[in-house]
């Protein structure tokens, strides 16, 4: 009997760690890309829409403004790669210069900076899969 | 009666300490001129001084040495389409105009170095997105040629063509602190928050040696 209860205590301790492994793997992914997407925001994005995502006045908007981001979530990798130069409207205010391509950067990467960005600023989307950014950057126009 | 001499000495010098006003350097290349006063042969060292210039602002006023005479002012280099240190060197810059604005005292030339982009009408489009009306901020416009040398010779700063950099133009991201006979008196990294800070303690100070206009 007392080795039956041990073994019942085994082995729902296993299943446990087993579940929460599997849980952790999704997480330690989110970690990974926002992480590095921080740095990545550090070296492509901070010196126009700075550190704390504000953007510049009229000028360069901010990356604070959640359902625009929710909304062109599909069109955010192409944001990026193409640039910008049609007025968008941010937080209720028209802004029309020109943003400028960033061709270089790696589907990779692009999911990294995406993730940090809708994760930072009071935006909470999750975790911006590199597979996601692949499939949305074939429909860019 | 023993402890009252040292004691005496220590008060003197903690007020002689206190009575010392700070003052900010003369910064660039100083020479030494020999004048003749009442006869007698004086050194006197000569600072470098911002030469002479004349540009059109964002309203298309002309800028000189003149319209500056009275007051000091904090020059920068920039273009409007410049994709890396201009957007945070506008933010700082745009917190210290905040700070003085009113204070005809303090003024603020913004110099671009990408004429053949930049015309009045993009100018006077940037100033306003940027929030800033009146006649305290100018972001100017001239002679490419004649800007560089200005950035050069003058400010101890430099602008040049890069086709390697984003947006083809590189240059220095300072902030240039210029007094009202035209001498540098500063020079800060304008897209780094604690000089940025730093500048705007010297404003202070150097405001501080022309008290008779406050």
């Known amino acids: ?141 | 009666m023993r402890f009252f001499l040292p004691v005496f000495c220590l008060f003197l010098a903690l007020f002689a300490c206190q009575s010392e006003t700070k003052k900010l350097p003369i910064l660039g290349n100083k020479s030494a001129e020999i004048k003749i006063i009442n006869g007698k042969e004086v050194v006197d060292s000569v600072y470098q001084t911002i030469p002479n210039f004349s540009f059109i602002d964002q309203d298309s006023v002309i800028i000189n040495n003149d319209s500056l005479k009275n007051s000091i002012y904090i020059a920068d280099f920039f273009f409007t389409s410049c994709p890396s240190i201009c957007p945070i060197m506008s933010k700082h810059m745009l917190s210290i105009y905040e700070k003085y604005k009113g204070n005809q005292e303090v003024k603020f030339l913004s110099h671009s170095i990408d004429p053949n982009h930049d015309s009045i009408p993009v100018l006077k489009k940037y100033a306003t997105k940027l929030g800033v009306s009146g006649n305290q901020w100018h972001f100017l416009w001239g002679n490419k040629d004649v800007v560089y040398q200005l950035a050069k010779e003058g400010y101890m700063s430099f602008a040049a063509q890069d086709s390697t950099v984003p947006g083809g133009i590189t240059h220095s991201g300072y902030f240039l602190l210029i007094d009202k006979q035209r001498r540098i008196r500063g020079a800060y990294d304008g897209t780094d928050k604690t000089q940025v800070d730093q500048l705007t303690k010297d404003i202070e100070v150097l405001l501080a040696e022309y008290p008779q206009q406050k």
Not at chain 1, 91 to 118: C, F, R, S, W
Not at chain 1, 124 to 131: E, P, S
């Open chain 1, 1 to 141: 009997m007392r080795n039956l209860i041990l073994s019942c205590f085994f082995f729902v301790l296993i299943l446990s760690s087993m579940i929460s492994g599997c849980g952790n793997d999704q997480s330690i992914k989110y970690q990974r890309y926002f992480a590095d997407g921080s740095q990545l925001y550090k070296v492509h994005c901070e010196s126009c829409h700075m550190n704390d995502g504000s953007g510049l006045a009229a000028l360069i908007p901010p990356l604070s403004d959640s359902t625009f981001l929710i909304q062109n979530r599909k069109k955010l990798a192409c944001f990026v790669v193409y640039g910008l130069n049609d007025s968008i409207q941010i937080k209720g205010k028209i802004y029309q210069n020109l943003m400028p391509a960033e061709k270089h950067l790696a589907p990779i990467d692009l999911a990294k900076v995406l993730t940090y960005i809708t994760n930072s600023f009071g935006n909470q989307q999750g975790i911006y899969d590199v597979k996601e950014v692949e499939r949305n950057l074939q429909h860019c126009n």
